[in-house]
């Protein structure tokens, strides 16, 4: 059955405009299971009314719900919060914003995209490193070990050293491997595929897989140690503008408008 329609209507019961609104989870990682959930994510825009009164809009919305058996997640938050986040070595939010599985879009949505560029720094590769450590823990904790939590583990390792080596935000783990070339990978990723969420795998294959974790996290060690990306992000002013000309926007007012009572005496 064809999801679209269901994402669509999601998109379209939500209570402020959205700047953006993209799939991530298994679907853009390249690994969803007949039932993976499908996770949304994205940008909504809270009018000016909402940030400079009293009564404050709702800065992250969170919903989760069931649309003809299949599980949709959505989490959104309000530009600037977004927009902080972008600034920060967070990943994550670069991946929503860059998934080319996109349900809703606007073109603030791709001048979006172009500041962010700006603002990957080599520090996200200590986003990667901390977030492949507690997939690892995760996947050492379960008895018998699963697929997801390792695919999870290899997918951020290689998003990282492919963004420290290239500067390009790719989390779909196919792509990646096509780079890579890790057999094991694919064998894994189609395990998952033909199975479930809960798919599992020997514990006797765990001592390979560790070595696997350490090599590659060495390696993104040193593509962290080699890289030519920035120490800080440059979009902060452009990010600003953007926010101040979303918000102005909700009022009937224009940023040259504002632009012009700015120099006015």
């Known amino acids: 059955m064809d999801t679209a329609p269901r994402l669509l209507q ?3 019961e939500q209570p402020y405009p959205l700047l953006f609104l993209t799939i991530s989870g298994a679907h853009l990682y390249g690994f969803p299971s007949a039932d993976s959930d499908c996770d949304l994510r994205g940008a909504h825009i809270l009018p000016a009314v909402e940030v400079l009164g ?6 992250t ?3 989760c719900q069931m649309r003809e058996g299949l599980e949709i997640e959505l989490v959104t938050h309000d530009v600037l919060k977004f927009s902080t986040l972008v600034l920060k070595k967070n990943g994550y939010v670069l991946e929503q914003l860059f998934s080319p599985l996109v349900v809703q879009t606007t073109p603030e949505h791709e001048e979006l995209r172009a500041i962010a560029r700006q603002c990957i720094t080599r520090h996200h590769a200590h986003h990667y490193l901390g977030f492949a450590a507690n997939q690892w823990k995760l996947f050492l904790k379960e008895t018998p070990p699963r697929v997801k939590p390792l695919l999870y583990v290899y ?7 492919h963004l420290m080596r290239t500067g390009e935000v790719e989390a779909n783990l196919v792509r990646l491997n096509e780079h890579f070339g890790l057999p094991f990978v694919d064998d894994l990723i189609a395990r998952k595929v033909a199975g479930t969420e809960d798919a599992t795998l020997d514990a006797t294959d765990i001592p ?3 070595g696997e974790y350490e090599r590659l996290t060495r390696l993104l060690e040193d593509a962290y140690g080699a890289t030519t990306l920035p120490a800080n992000p440059a979009g902060r002013d452009a990010l600003h503008d953007l926010l101040v000309r979303l918000r102005l926007r909700s009022l009937g007012l224009t940023g040259e408008a504002t632009h012009r009572n700015r120099r006015t005496p």
Do not use: N, S, Y
């Open 61 to 63: 919305i969170e919903t």
């Open 155 to 161: 997918r951020v390792l290689l998003t990282g050293i």
């Open 54 to 59: 009293l009564k404050a809009g709702k800065e």
């Open 208 to 210: 390979f897989h560790q």
């Open 10 to 12: 999601v998109a379209a």
